[in-house]
């Protein structure tokens, strides 16, 4: 089983450019989220999708927009990169979009913004 | 805001020796406390949970232990093998949200062989 994944693994982008990062999962799962890993803070929620259709802010959602395309599929776009966006972005996924409930992670995408 | 606390942020311990790693959290109403570990190059993936209702829970190696009171709760891996070593998190439900998990700050956790 594939689970959780993301694409690409690893970009460099420079300054003002735009990409989206792509997620998706094959666990039939209804709860979809977004963060994103620096050093010595943890995971930061950026945004996450409770169930197809909704869409919500995390912790620190400037900079960044989400489209939850369909029940599998989440999408975390970056307008315009800016170096502060240098991170590693993982996506994620539960059953139902509840905190007990184990979250599935992707093996992330290696962002770096020139 | 800063709801979980998490020391140390690295850890060597030779291989056979035990490893205890502790989170400190603020909401007195959180009632599951995850962790996570993530290999390099990994995503996290959850080894072991325990809800408010019990002090501790076991799972071969891995055991976590809760104290509601002191509002603690820690992960204890006994007889560690190189294959723990890896960056393993603590979480609680983020205050006054139904949804989200707030994370610890990672401990980098070595065997040394």
């Known amino acids: 089983n594939a689970g959780v994944t993301q694409t690409p693994k690893f970009q460099v982008l420079k300054t003002g450019q735009s990409m989206t990062l792509q997620c998706a999962q094959d666990?039939?799962?209804?709860?979809m989220y977004w963060y994103r890993q620096d050093p010595g803070m943890g995971l930061r929620l950026i945004y996450y999708?409770?169930?197809?259709?909704?869409?919500d802010k995390g912790e620190v959602p400037n900079g960044y927009n989400v489209s939850r395309l369909n029940k599998r599929e989440f999408s975390l776009r970056l307008e315009s990169a800016a170096p502060s966006q240098t991170s590693v972005y993982f996506c994620?996924?539960?059953?139902?979009?509840?905190?007990?409930?184990?979250?599935?992670f992707g093996d992330g995408t290696r962002l770096s913004i020139l | 805001g800063e709801n979980v606390e998490q020391h140390p942020s690295t850890l060597s311990v030779q291989e056979g020796d035990s490893a205890v790693i502790k989170c400190t959290y603020s909401?007195?109403?959180?009632?599951?406390f995850p962790w996570y570990k993530q290999e390099l190059g990994k995503g996290p993936q959850l080894i072991i949970d325990?809800?408010?209702?019990?002090g501790e829970k076991k799972d071969q190696r891995i055991a976590v232990t809760l104290n509601k009171t002191a509002k603690h709760f820690s992960l204890h891996i006994t007889e560690t093998q190189p294959e723990d070593s890896a960056v393993y998190f603590c979480?609680?439900?983020?205050?006054?949200?139904?949804?989200?998990?707030?994370f610890g700050s990672g401990t980098q956790l070595t065997v040394l062989p």
């Open positions: 994620a996924s539960t059953l139902f979009g509840q905190p007990n409930q184990p979250q599935h």
């Open positions: 979480a609680a439900p983020l205050s006054g949200s139904a949804r989200q998990l707030t």
């Open positions: 999708s409770a169930s197809e259709g909704t869409t």
């Open positions: 909401d007195s109403a959180s009632n599951y």
């Open positions: 325990i809800r408010s209702n019990v």
């Open positions: 666990m039939n799962h209804n709860s």
